[in-house]
């Protein structure tokens, strides 16, 4: 079977809500027989309609001035799943919530949609190590079972989160022993630009 590209990506935002808050800064990977492929990389920021909450600010780093010259988001989201063509998505939590973002901008903006495969990579964790109470899937402990050091790696930015979850998904890949296509991965659909 011919190889299958994936986009590992992530989002920040100005809150948890897809209703009522807009992105700020979307990074992305290629991600190609189970390798991070560097070399093939998407990254901006987006400039939301309201201010950034100072809380947003101390939690991620950016600030209004680092967005005050970017697009804005769903103009970015354009740029973005040009980058993504035919490749499926990867996302950490992204069922329950970048795919929710990426969704919701594109209504918000009336922009025609096409429905992309999109993996959680809680479900890559969950499988290789077990769903015990207690046993966590957030990134940091995902990070931290596959040996990967952090060390010079900005978290809550999108730029290192997905560096992260990219090294992550390659260990957690080879030891699942996954196949070019990730198959028997539950998948869902993510909604992006046509």
Not at 78 to 84: D, H, L
Not at 143 to 172: N, P, Q, T
Request: charge should be positive; proline fraction near 5%.
């Amino acid at each position: 079977m011919p190889e299958t590209d994936f986009v590992i990506y992530d989002l920040e935002t100005t809150g948890l809500s897809s209703d009522s808050h807009e992105i700020i800064q979307i990074a992305a990977m290629k991600f190609r027989d189970g390798k991070l492929v560097r070399s093939e990389s998407f990254f901006s920021y987006a400039k939301p309609a309201q201010s950034i909450p100072a809380f947003i600010t101390s939690y991620t780093g950016i600030s209004n001035r680092h967005v005050a010259a970017s697009p804005r988001p769903h103009e970015v989201l354009i740029q973005f799943s040009q980058f993504v063509g035919d490749a499926k998505l990867i996302a950490h939590n992204g069922h329950r919530f970048d795919s929710k973002f990426l969704s919701a901008t594109c209504a918000r903006h009336g922009i025609p949609t096409k429905e992309v495969p999109s993996i959680d990579s809680i479900n890559l964790s969950r499988r290789l190590f077990g769903t015990v109470r207690g046993t966590g899937h957030g990134l940091d402990r995902v990070v931290s079972r596959c040996c990967i050091s952090k060390s010079g790696i900005a978290r809550h930015d999108a730029r290192g989160d997905v560096e992260l979850l990219g090294l992550a998904v390659e260990v957690m890949w080879q030891k699942l022993k996954l196949d070019h296509q990730c198959s028997g991965v539950p998948t869902h659909g993510t909604r992006l630009p046509a």
